[in-house]
């Protein structure tokens, strides 16, 4: 790699009692790039995504946001970490004791000095960005899936965070709204040049997005690069995934 | 006979680490407290929501108490002709013992399991790991202006409690059973000191704190989905009652 990681994780091994989920995993992410790591189900993606943003500690091994190693840092500490992501979770997280314009503030109103005339500025600008503007009134329980992540993603870029990490964006959508999202990935990263780490079993959504692809499988990263070298990939488990045969090393355990 | 000890020694265990992870919860909303930012609006809609919504019920709950007290005990003093007594019996039990447990009891029922049930579906919806990602502490945010609710509205609650199961046993005692009101409040005023009232409302304080505490900390380890919010429910409010019946003997022996 010729720039440095904007994220890097290193020799990552985490536990759940006998339950190996990550197991020596190596990931570097380049900054500005849509990096997307793919992976069966239960296979521990959004486990190392938790590792990324520091909700999980690894058993052993680093996780470094530009250059620096949050492992050791308190919860306290990583309050700086932190400003640096947004994250779109994989059902939007919405808090649903408030409006649509109430979860996008929130983070502007615990974290800024901006006034209440200018968060809702920002609010309504964010909500135009994912094509909900004017829908600030709602309530989180009154939207569909995939409105509801399209405000989790207003919310995550509020405050233009150089990071932004997306947990299965398009599962459970039907395939229009799955290619909105997409589209909404490209252009948070184009449009507020972020870096744009998605966790996705979708093949066929991600191929069309990534600059890098990684996949994980038995805690590892397996394959890795543009999309064209890993969908050539000689790697039998690789094959398997991406062409979704039921036949392989792949089992069903 | 094996087995029976394993389970025996694996569930003091679980007791232990249980107590330790409420008591490190604890610890950690009480930190919170001194460190900005305070959210002031928060703790008011917890005041209200543990304090204010709780009223009704426990005006319900403590009336019926104070005319049951007057009643049973009215029958009984009877036979040693020492109806007189009545008013102060109902005004020490209510002051001591009964305001503040049925307080506490009620509130638990009605907020204690709210609390778990609010906070254990945040849990399981990653609404609680959203707040941690967007660098806002889950413990000061959640935890903290509940515990406070609880430790400032259960005395405040109490007090109600107090007045209004004496006024139930003076409209037994006095207005049914034809017990000579003059006697009945005397009695009260000679037999009742402040710090019987005191006492209590200091229970009432650690009760409250123990069913927003135990509430919250039910709902921060849910796991397993709708299903396990229902669990963290019931567990918070039996856990809760448990602990609270417990501490209840453990600090009126220490006040004796
Ligand atoms: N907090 C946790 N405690 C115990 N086990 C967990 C926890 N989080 C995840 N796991 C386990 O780790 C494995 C990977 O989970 P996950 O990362 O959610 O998979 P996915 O790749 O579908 O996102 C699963 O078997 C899950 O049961
Ligand atoms: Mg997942």
Request: proline share 4%; glycine share 12%; net charge neutral.
């Amino acid at each position: 790699m010729d720039v440095d990681p904007i994220i890097e994780l290193r020799d990552i091994r985490k536990s759940f009692g006998a339950q190996r989920v990550l197991d020596g995993l190596n990931l570097a992410v380049r900054p500005g790039s849509v990096s997307v790591v793919i992976g069966r189900s239960g296979g521990g993606k959004s486990v190392l995504m938790k590792h990324v943003i520091g909700l999980m500690k690894p058993d052993s091994g680093q996780v470094l946001v530009e250059g620096q190693d949050t492992v050791p840092l308190t919860e306290r500490q990583m309050t700086p970490v932190r400003r640096k992501f947004g994250m779109l979770f994989q059902e939007g997280a919405l808090f649903d004791s408030m409006t649509v314009a109430g979860n996008v503030a929130f983070p502007l109103a615990e974290h800024t000095r901006l006034s209440r005339r200018e968060i809702a500025g920002v609010v309504e600008d964010k909500l135009a960005a994912v094509g909900l503007g004017g829908m600030g009134y709602k309530m989180p329980s009154e939207l569909s899936g995939g409105m509801r992540k399209r405000v989790g993603l207003a919310r995550a870029i509020a405050l233009d965070p150089k990071i932004v990490l997306f947990d299965e964006p398009t599962s459970g959508l039907d395939p229009v709204m799955a290619a909105n999202i997409n589209e909404l990935i490209l252009q948070t990263r184009d449009e507020f040049g972020a870096t744009c780490l998605v966790i996705s079993h979708d093949i066929r959504a991600t191929f069309s997005i990534a600059d890098e692809v990684f996949m994980l499988y038995d805690g590892r990263i397996i394959a890795s690069g543009p999309p064209e070298a890993v969908r050539e990939s000689a790697d039998p488990v690789v094959r398997q995934f991406i062409r979704g045969e039921a036949r392989g090393p792949i089992t069903i355990a | 006979m094996t087995r029976f000890f394993a389970w025996l020694g694996g569930g003091f265990l679980e007791a232990v680490a249980e107590s330790g992870r409420m008591a490190l919860l604890l610890w950690e909303a009480a930190v919170s407290l001194v460190r900005p930012p305070w959210r002031v609006g928060l703790f008011f809609r917890q005041m209200e929501f543990v304090g204010v919504n709780s009223l009704f019920v426990v005006l319900l709950t403590s009336l019926f108490t104070g005319m049951v007290l007057a009643l049973q005990t009215y029958h009984a003093f009877r036979l040693f002709s020492a109806e007189g007594l009545v008013g102060a019996t109902v005004a020490l039990s209510m002051t001591r013992e009964l305001g503040p447990v049925i307080t506490a009891l009620m509130v638990t029922g009605r907020a204690g399991s709210a609390i778990a049930a609010e906070i254990g579906t945040m849990r399981v919806t990653e609404q609680v790991d959203a707040l941690a990602v967007m660098a806002i502490s889950p413990v000061q945010y959640l935890v903290t202006p509940r515990v406070v609710a609880g430790l400032v509205m259960l005395p405040l609650l109490t007090v109600v409690s107090d007045f209004v199961g004496i006024l139930g046993g003076y409209l037994v005692g006095v207005k049914m059973l034809g017990i000579n009101g003059g006697i009945f409040m005397n009695r009260i005023y000679e037999l009742v000191e402040l710090s019987d009232i005191y006492n209590g409302l200091a229970k009432a304080a650690v009760f409250g704190v123990i069913l927003a505490l135990v509430g919250c900390y039910k709902g921060f380890y849910t796991s397993g989905g709708a299903e396990g919010v229902g669990r963290a429910t019931t567990q918070a409010v039996v856990l809760a009652s448990v602990l609270i019946l417990a501490s209840d003997y453990v600090l009126t022996s220490l006040m004796m």
